[in-house]
């Protein structure tokens, strides 16, 4: 198999203005740490942190967002309580059934990225049900990442390669695609302008490594389940205060150099 990367910079130029389509991922950390802090269950702050959700999904859209992934569960979180996992797949199986159709009225597309094989099948039929009924939809894409791990997808990726026998020359680009696995088939996988990670840590956990090689990252110490709108545009008032240089120098002359590779 020849598939050598052909290093050609990503063509990163037109997707750095203001407003312009951007891709936001976010890290929803914190919510454990919420509810212990009132003496409440960790599930309390999962619960908590779906409004949130519903809160960044609704200011998204005003704030020049096109894409929006949100780390729901990442495929290391199985090894939490069993009670803690199942209240997760609750409130997934929840939030799907109740918010498919409203999205699908305001033209949000939702697509669960993630393994499948290990949801129960009746979460599965949520998923795959939220995303026919939205599947017209092309205002907004929700992307959210359930039992989620960055390597894994890079590695099914790279053994669609083989099971495809790519002799030919592969991109950036064309990995990129391969990186959606089949129920996406077709769906763009967009670099990540700005990576969110509320809670105070600071670090990847296994999110979206390829798509956030030239993301901007931001991480603030809010909670998720405290994570206002506002707090939204702030983040991306910070990226947009940011000089995306992309290797290059900084000024217009790096954009223009970009643009005519
Ligand atoms: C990390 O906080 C958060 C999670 C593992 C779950 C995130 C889930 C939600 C926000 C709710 C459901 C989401 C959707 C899309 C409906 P943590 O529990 O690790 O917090 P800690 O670091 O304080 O322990």
Known sequence: MSTALRLAPPVAAPGVQAG???HVAIIM???????????????AGHTAGVEAVRRAVEAAGDLGI????????????????DAEVRALMR??????????AKCAKNGIRIAVIGRRDRLSPGLVRVVENAEAVTAGADRFLL??????????AILRAAGRCQGAGAEEELSREAFSRLLADPPHDGLPVPDVDLLI???????????????????????????WPDFEKGDLAEAVRELHRRERRFGGVPGPVAVEAAAAR
Not at 212 to 223: K, S
Request: with cysteine; proline share 2%.
């Open 20 to 22: 312009a389509g951007l």
């Open 197 to 223: 990670r509320t809670g105070g840590e600071k670090r990847l956990s296994d999110f979206l490594l390829w798509e956030c090689a030239y993301a901007e990252l931001v991480f603030t110490d809010c909670m």
């Open 91 to 100: 409130l997934f199986r929840s939030y799907l059934m109740a918010e498919a």
């Open 143 to 152: 992307r959210i990442a359930v039992d989620y791990s960055a390597r894994d």
């Open 29 to 43: 950390d914190g919510n454990g740490r919420w509810a212990v802090s009132r003496g409440w269950p960790r599930s």
């Open 66 to 81: 096109e894409t929006l992934t949100l780390f729901a569960f990442s495929s290391d979180n199985w090894r939490r309580p």
